[in-house]
């Protein structure tokens, strides 16, 4: 069985910036993305992720080829880190039919 | 403290054949799964996973030994990719006494 | 871009011990959690995850340093591995911003 390398992106955050986060994850390059909500919490400098009484928290998970998981890690981190209580991180996975998490140019 | 390496076996797709999924996972020698629900967007061949108004999404994860791993991910694509909206992956994982994620024969 | 290595653990069991144990995590050192809905599907000694009609099942999920995961992963085992159902697993991830994830001392 043939099976490509890709990586898996996974952000949580409150779910008023994750619509924005998903759509951004394509505009980058991601082909899709799953979202589930989650109870989260945290101990990150803006605010706790979901403290007590607080806003609904959701997950975002994209499996995108290397370079575009670095731009998506890259964008979260800059434009949320510092105003939201967000993480993010990165692992390895693999995939079959790798092709399909890479978008056509000019599709 | 002893780690086992084992596999990591994520499938995301139309609720409509998770089931059976999960089933045909433990046939093939998971000892167990977990199942949750997502919100899923992508750009499949078939159709969009969790497409506007469309149908629910669920996750599926199995924690196998890699032989297994892989009975899983050949059957899931041979079996759903070409007529469902559906994606899989496979990562690394360690867990605490492994041999509890291998089934005994004659069990 | 920097990205730091750090271990993620996930731990699905029964909900009346995940409370319990989303705190522990932050004791041993975690600084957050997310915590979900599963529905888990087993074949553990004690009894089934979420076997039929039964109790509701969560999913947790730390982001630690290494040392931090070890010292969880063999908590959850001494504590909980005999006596309910609950699998628990670690995984390689990286993280931007490694150093949020380490706790301060004296914090």
């Known amino acids: 069985m043939q099976l ?7 952000v949580v955050g409150e779910s008023v910036i ?7 994850g394509i505009k980058l390059g991601a082909t899709g993305y799953s979202m589930s909500e989650v109870i ?8 706790n992720v979901g403290e007590a009484g ?3 928290t959701l997950k975002i998970e ?10 998506i890690l890259t964008h979260v981190s800059h434009e949320y880190f510092e105003h ?12 079959m039919r790798g092709e399909q998490y890479t978008r056509k140019s000019g599709g």
Chains 1, 2, 3 share one sequence.
């Open 54 to 56: 607080g806003a609904k």
């Open 84 to 95: 939201y209580a967000i993480i993010a991180w990165l692992s390895d996975v693999s995939v």
């Open 62 to 71: 994209f499996v995108v080829p290397s370079d575009v998981a670095v731009e």
């Open 18 to 24: 994750m619509e924005d986060i998903a759509e951004e």
């Open 40 to 47: 989260g919490h945290g101990s990150r400098s803006a605010r």
């Open 4 to 10: 490509y390398p890709l990586k898996l992106v996974t």
